[in-house]
């Protein structure tokens, strides 16, 4: 019997998010298998422990059952992007899990806010690698000399890229001296719709975005930006705080649990996705973000602290269920 099974959903964060916590699994010598949640279950083997890396919404729940028969103990390690709506369907097959793990606390109120019960919260932590030299070489040739405002992100219109666009041509208004890189990929957005300003450069990539090239992005970048209007962790911000890059982001959790430069909302109100979950969209105060991003970049401040090294939390967790 192998000792545990790792099941990610289709988010990329997720993805890298069992990958890492594998590379603890390797270093204490404990056996395992990824899956993704669109995989069918491999039915020759059996295993101790699966740890599903799911979004907790009804959707991805009732998604991962299929590979209960397969594993003996359940933990889910989950996030959240607002309210989720769970059915009786969703509610029967989490009466089945032994415990749920939170990536924020943020995620742990609301899971518990539906009457679950979290065992513990472990942030989602930061992966560094050394950059990809000719990747780094290309982009300083780009940008010369100016001031770099990086943003990355999948082509959602929860990642507000509509927002991004209005800050590009504010900034572009005050000053010649910056520039924007927005490295995201095709999606539900029309990026050439939006009106990006002159002093901005896209890079369609984020499908397949290897880990040294995004640190090449990193190292480039002199100010990391989220725009979102809502998110269930912001791992972007989080890797570059752990690069050692100043950053800024709207002000709602789960990022004000460790960015400390946030910009004002205007308003909040709730979005229906696809009945699986409520989000709740943050509408930016695009001149105070303007404001605070061109101050950010002219200080020598500290903005945040990164979150890395969480991983080996799930270690004591694992073997209490081992053995």
């Not at 539906?114 to 780094?136: C, F, Q, R, T």
Request: proline share 3%; charged share 25%; glycine share 4%.
């Amino acid at each position: 019997m192998i000792d545990v099974l790792l099941i990610c959903s289709r988010a990329k964060s997720h993805e890298k998010i069992v990958n890492q916590i594998a590379n603890y699994l390797d270093q204490y010598e404990i056996s395992y298998f990824i899956q993704k949640i669109t995989d069918e279950p491999i039915r020759d083997f059996n295993f101790r422990l699966g740890i599903f890396v799911i979004t907790f919404d009804r959707y991805s729940i009732c998604e991962i059952v299929k590979f209960f028969p397969h594993v003996k103990r359940k933990v889910l390690y989950v996030t959240v992007e607002g309210i989720p709506i769970i059915d009786k369907l969703a509610h029967e097959v989490l009466n089945d899990v032994d415990i749920i793990i939170a990536n924020s606390h943020y995620t742990r109120e609301k899971v518990e806010l539906l009457g679950y019960k979290v065992e513990n919260v472990i942030h989602h932590e930061a992966l560094i690698v050394k950059p990809n030299i000719d990747k780094l070489n290309e982009l300083k040739e780009i940008v010369k000399d100016k001031k770099v405002i990086l943003w990355i992100g999948m082509n959602q219109k929860r990642k507000g890229l509509n927002q991004l666009a209005k800050i590009t041509r504010k900034v572009v208004e005050i000053r010649d001296d910056v520039i924007f890189i927005v490295v995201t990929g095709l999606g539900e957005v029309n990026l050439n719709s939006l009106g990006f300003a002159s002093n901005t450069i896209l890079k369609i990539e984020i499908g397949n975005l290897s880990e040294d090239i995004l640190s090449a992005y990193y190292n480039i970048a002199d100010i990391v930006i989220s725009t979102s209007y809502c998110e269930g962790f912001g791992m972007t911000i989080n890797e570059a705080l752990a690069y050692g890059k100043k950053v800024l982001t709207p002000h709602y959790p789960p990022f004000t649990e460790y960015v400390f430069n946030t910009a004002k909302i205007d308003k909040v109100y709730y979005v229906n996705y696809m009945n699986y979950m409520l989000f709740e969209w943050h509408v930016l105060n695009i001149n105070d973000f303007v404001k605070k991003l061109l101050n950010t970049i002219d200080k020598n401040i500290t903005t945040g602290k990164p979150y890395i090294n969480t991983y080996d939390k799930f270690i004591p967790i694992i073997e209490e269920f081992l053995y």
